[in-house]
């Protein structure tokens, strides 16, 4: 019972990563109809930023986080004027396909500003080595911490989108560009914004992720985008309560896997093999496509809007 | 009322239409969407442009509420170039339109697309919103309470703080002309308002129609494939043909000139239009 708890407490912290990068593939899918598949290099790029402002001028950690925090923003600012702008008349698929070239553009960059990430290498945080323990549960800070972000930042960013005009703009630039467009909303603004706070919450999530597996390189992100994209796509792509959903039934189902088919094995085949989970995942989102094409939570079909 | 008071603005107005198009000419490549059209809209009346499907009628629309820029020609609102301006300065001047797709903030409640629909809600500025207090915060309550009067006057009140997307197509239709509302228009751009509204609610909305003209003196330009409609509502048609005007003028007789019945019906037929509405209502649903 109690292993059974440990596994969905780490599920739940695993599933709130993926829901977190769902978000903000939603975020900018649903606003610029861009199917992002270098939300994850973003991430990579901004934690590698991190990793080298603690190792190479050895800043205390959080003026480092501060920093590139703001450096997320920039990003994401670049990456929209930079990439997606000229590309927002484009076919949807084109878009798509750019966003892989985009990602091979930042590690690239990466890479040749800081060689030392082509490698694994620690990633060094102040929460390393500490745990919390309720009765018999055991959560490493750092997985508390992430409940922690993750909550906080589900609240802000509900009431940012409810409540203000600016996320009211945003939701309605989402919803129809040409009727935002017409009623005055900003909406080259609007894009902005969108890229740079997607840009933020993939920047955190990073940071979160790399904190947890303590080490990183250039291409840390790329198992967990995959991950987060069926998150997003089981919560219907269209709506964010679906996006974190989604992230945390898949990060559940990983953890519970892994409970269930650790020891054992088939033949010579070894089951807990984190390979054969993934496997499984993969198999059990394309059965749960077939049977739901618009997702569990998706309501509306799939259009760009 | 005397009748003076009415005809002495109405022979200024005569003068000066409030929507005046000149030689608009539109191409999307090889295709001439728009040929050297002339159109004039007067304030306070109802002008339904008819024709058959890709006569250039939406496009017509989107010229006059900016998304599509003309080759060619000139549309001057309430003697104001509208060329030289964006979407949005253009609403902002006083043209609210609806969409033939709806293009409703889907997401969002009826309140919400009301508070959005008001453009110059905006005004304080999208960032101040953020602040707790300020002016934005007096604008916001000033726009709900406008909000709620349309509502109120439409009768979909009862429906303020539902999502659009749950509502029936007939409801959204008008949560359309509730948002061009709220923005206080003085031309009205409807583009297929009776397409997928059930034939019993039609007569409804044709009334409907003839009371925001009447009560709030809107001027409504539409576009409406429904004949029974046109002839309840429109003072005037003007029928399109590949983006060509074939005829303009009083619906009754309009509707009935030759060219015009060709135009819908085809060479040989002799069907009146008025009979092929539920062709057309077919094509739309």
């Not at chain 1, 589900?154 to 009431?159: A, G, N, P, R, S």
């Not at chain 2, 019993?200 to 494939?225: D, F, K, M, P, S």
């Not at chain 2, 060219?259 to 209502?281: C, F, H, K, M, T």
Request: charged share 15%; hydrophobic share 55%.
């Amino acid at each position: 019972m109690l292993a059974l708890l440990q596994v969905l407490l780490s599920g739940l912290v695993t599933g709130s990563l993926y829901g977190l990068l769902a978000l903000g593939i939603v975020l900018i899918y649903r606003t610029t109809g861009v199917l992002n598949f270098a939300y994850g290099a973003l991430a990579a790029t901004v934690t590698s930023f991190l990793y080298v402002l603690l190792t190479g001028p050895r800043l205390p950690f959080w003026p480092a986080l501060l920093l590139s925090l703001l450096f997320a923003l920039l990003l994401g600012a670049l990456v929209e004027r930079g990439f997606a702008r000229p590309l927002l008349a484009a076919p949807i698929l084109t878009k798509a396909i750019a966003t892989l070239a985009l990602a091979l553009v930042l590690q690239t960059v990466v890479q040749a500003l800081w060689p030392q990430l082509t490698s694994p290498v620690h990633f060094p945080t102040p929460f390393e080595g500490h745990a919390l323990h309720f009765g018999g549960l055991y959560l490493s800070l750092v997985d508390g911490l992430t409940l922690l972000t993750m909550v906080l930042l589900l609240i802000v960013l509900q009431l940012f989108l409810l409540r203000t005009r600016l996320g009211m703009a945003m939701r309605a630039t989402a919803d129809s560009l040409e009727a935002a467009r017409l009623m005055g909303i900003p909406v080259g603004l609007i894009f902005l914004l969108v890229w740079m706070l997607a840009s933020l919450l993939a920047a955190v999530a990073g940071i979160l992720i790399a904190a947890r597996q303590t080490v990183i390189d250039v291409q840390f992100m790329d198992p967990v985008l995959l991950l987060a994209f069926i998150g997003a796509v089981l919560g219907g792509l269209d709506r964010l309560e679906g996006a974190v959903l989604g992230g945390a039934l898949v990060g559940l189902a990983e953890n519970v896997l892994a409970l269930l088919l650790a020891g054992h094995s088939l033949g010579a085949l070894d089951l807990g093999n984190p390979g054969i989970r993934e496997a499984l995942i993969f198999a059990g989102f394309v059965l749960l496509l077939l049977l739901r094409p618009r997702g569990l939570f998706g309501g509306a079909a799939l259009r760009r809007v | 009322m005397s009748a003076e008071w009415q005809t002495a603005p109405q022979e200024a107005r005569r003068r000066r239409p409030l929507l005046e198009v000149q030689g608009l000419t539109v191409r999307f490549g090889g295709l001439l969407a728009v040929a050297d059209l002339d159109l004039r809209v007067e304030e306070g009346e109802i002008l339904a442009l008819v024709g058959p499907n890709g006569a250039g009628k939406t496009t017509v629309l989107n010229c006059i509420s900016g998304f599509v820029r003309p080759a060619a020609g000139c549309i001057h609102f309430a003697g104001r170039d509208l060329l030289a301006l964006g979407p949005e300065r253009r609403a902002a001047l006083g043209i609210g339109r609806t969409f033939q797709n709806g293009q409703l903030f889907a997401s969002m409640t009826v309140l919400e697309n009301l508070l959005i629909g008001r453009h110059t809600y905006l005004r304080a500025g999208l960032l101040q919103g953020l602040l707790p207090c300020g002016p934005a915060k007096s604008e916001d309550a000033r726009a709900r309470q406008r909000a709620h009067e349309i509502l109120a006057w439409l009768e979909l009140e009862p429906y303020a703080d539902c999502v659009v997307a749950a509502l029936p197509a007939g409801l959204q239709k008008l949560v359309g002309v509730a948002r061009a509302l709220a923005g206080e228009p003085r031309l009205l751009l409807l583009d297929e308002p009776a397409a997928g509204v059930s034939l019993r609610e039609v007569a409804a909305l044709a009334e409907q129609l003839r009371r925001w003209n009447a009560e709030l003196g809107l001027t409504l330009l539409l576009i409406e494939h429904n004949m029974e409609v046109v002839q309840a509502v429109a003072q005037r048609v003007c029928v399109l043909n590949y983006g060509r005007k074939l005829a303009e003028g009083e619906p009754g007789r309009v509707l009935r000139e030759p060219a015009v019945l060709e135009a819908y019906l085809g060479r040989d037929e002799e069907v009146n239009p008025l009979q092929e509405q539920e062709v057309s209502d077919h094509a739309a649903g």
